[in-house]
């Protein structure tokens, strides 16, 4: 009994650590922040990255003094890698801030498929902004004393670009001192038509999907009120065509005042909002007008290592981050076809978060580079990504910042990853200075010696003594 004991102790002593160093953990988890810098209107977001997770894990996101927790999305990405299906999971929660300020967000730890993945946490600027024309605040202060209910239609802008977002809300606010009982009636049914009516025509949608219908309190005019929010939506029109949205009604009933006797029958009232029109501007002048796409976008970019040897691969990944339509985002453009440097398509990933004031996030498109000639290789020279910022009123470009750098050895492998867009300088991965040629110490090397992997090196060492074991385990045994 001592013996077998004994046998298993020392197997468990001596192999579980080896089998440890030879395994490589391929599901660690990251933790993404918008930007920390934002208007008060626009939820700050944390955003959750799993790789090759096929399960959806339950994750417990922090508590932010300041913020109101908004809800939870999650999204599912798939990639080919090496020809193999990879799922990943992204998992993000909003906060929205209740007042301007400066906010702290403490260092946090989040743990997902038995792996905790800890950050450092932020600083949060929240600014104020001026209200907006469709605004609850700004809402009709001259109708307001007539009008103890209504229902309205607002947008986020009266006048956009072609390709530039719009929000649109179509709310039903009620007084607090309103006298009456009101029930919505065959909402849904109600909803679908209303809907039909108002949905710009050739404009892609992103639908805020409201699911439940609940009571808001809100200031309007300086007098408390209910908003009930039926219908949010971002449209980016395709054309020049105006956006003419008609008035709409919304039936309720109206079933028994606060005070008094009980109606004997339930009255039907009608609340109709007003039309809105939202004017559309042509793009200025220029070669790619209408191909290329609108909104506020900064480049991020990242090299796996930062020296690689000829005809070896490297993983390149261009991220375009910011406000506008990033599910219709193209792929950078290709410059300078070079037979010396293989480009395969990229695999693309898209992370986006919607709300009224627009819909904000990236998408990436990570190439596998593989060089056939020895010198540093530019990006800027391989790709370009062209588009129209609303805010500016002209085009602008996004060009890599990043140099490879080919030689015949790896030399530093160590990752590079920046982010540049148009308003900020530009950094370079270059070589480190007095670095040798790469053709120093040639005639010395001897293209015998292969290079020895220590991951595969300790997997064999790990075997061998687990077969060792074995075999003294059944030795010991027959002996018995």
């Known amino acids: 009994m001592f013996l077998a004991v004994f046998r298993k102790y020392f197997a468990l002593f001596f192999c579980l650590p080896i089998v440890t160093f030879g395994q490589v953990i391929d599901n660690a ?7 920390t810098n934002f208007p008060i209107e626009r939820p700050f977001v944390i955003t959750v990255s799993i790789p090759n997770s096929e399960t959806r894990p339950t994750i417990s996101f922090p508590d932010i003094t300041g913020f109101s927790k908004k809800g939870t999305s999650a999204s599912v990405t798939t990639v080919e890698i ?10 993000t929660q909003n906060y929205q801030a209740r007042t301007p300020g400066r906010f702290r967000l403490p260092p946090f730890s989040i743990t997902t498929n038995g792996t905790t993945v800890r950050s450092e946490g932020a600083e949060l600027t929240v600014r104020p902004t001026a209200t907006l024309p469709g605004s609850a605040s700004a809402l009709l202060e001259n109708t307001l004393p007539k009008n103890p209910a209504f229902l309205t239609l607002r947008a986020t802008k009266s006048s956009i670009y072609v390709g530039e977002s719009i929000g649109l809300t179509l709310s039903f606010f009620v007084a607090d001192n309103y006298p009456y009982v009101l029930n919505f009636t065959a909402l849904d049914k109600q909803l679908q038509t209303i809907i039909k009516k108002i949905r710009p025509a050739n404009a ?9 219908l609940k009571a808001v309190p809100v200031q309007v005019g300086g ?20 956006l003419r949205l008609p008035a709409v009604t919304l039936q309720l009933t109206r079933s028994r005042p606060l005070i008094g006797p009980p109606a004997p029958t339930p009255e039907t009232v009608s609340f109709t909002s007003r039309p809105l029109n939202v004017a559309v501007r042509a793009l200025p ?3 790619l007008r209408g191909r290329v796409p609108v909104g506020v976008f900064r480049l991020e970019e990242s090299l796996d290592r930062r020296r690689i040897v000829v005809s070896r691969s490297v993983r390149y990944a261009f991220s375009v981050v910011g406000e506008g339509n990033i599910a219709a985002l193209p792929a950078p453009a290709m410059l300078n076809p070079n037979p010396d440097v293989d480009v395969f398509p990229p695999e693309e990933r898209l992370t986006l978060s919607r709300t009224v004031a627009g819909v904000t996030g990236s998408k990436t498109f990570t190439y596998f580079l593989v060089p056939h000639q020895q010198s540093p290789i530019p990006l800027a020279g391989r790709f ?7 805010q500016l009123a002209r085009y602008d470009t996004l060009r890599p ?21 148009p308003e900020t300088g530009r950094d370079t991965v270059s070589a480190p200075a007095g670095s040798m040629s790469i053709y120093d110490g040639i005639e010395t090397l001897d293209s015998s010696r292969q290079p020895i992997s220590i991951s595969v090196l300790v997997r064999a060492a ?3 003594f687990i077969v060792l074991m074995l075999l003294g385990m059944i030795f010991v045994f027959f002996k018995r």
């Open 285 to 287: 002048a220029h070669p």
């Open 384 to 390: 370009q990504w062209i588009y129209f910022n609303p």
């Open 462 to 464: 790990a075997n061998v």
């Open 29 to 35: 988890a990251t933790i993404e922040f918008s930007a």
């Open 401 to 421: 910042a990043l140099v490879l750098q080919v030689g015949t050895t790896n030399g530093n492998t160590s990752p590079a990853k920046m982010g540049n867009s």
């Open 82 to 91: 090496g020809g193999k299906t990879v799922v990943n999971q992204i998992i």
């Open 204 to 212: 892609w949608e992103e639908n805020l999907n409201i699911n439940e």
């Open 223 to 242: 007098k408390p009120f209910r908003e009930y929010k039926l219908y949010q939506a971002v449209f980016f029109p395709l054309s020049t065509r105006p």
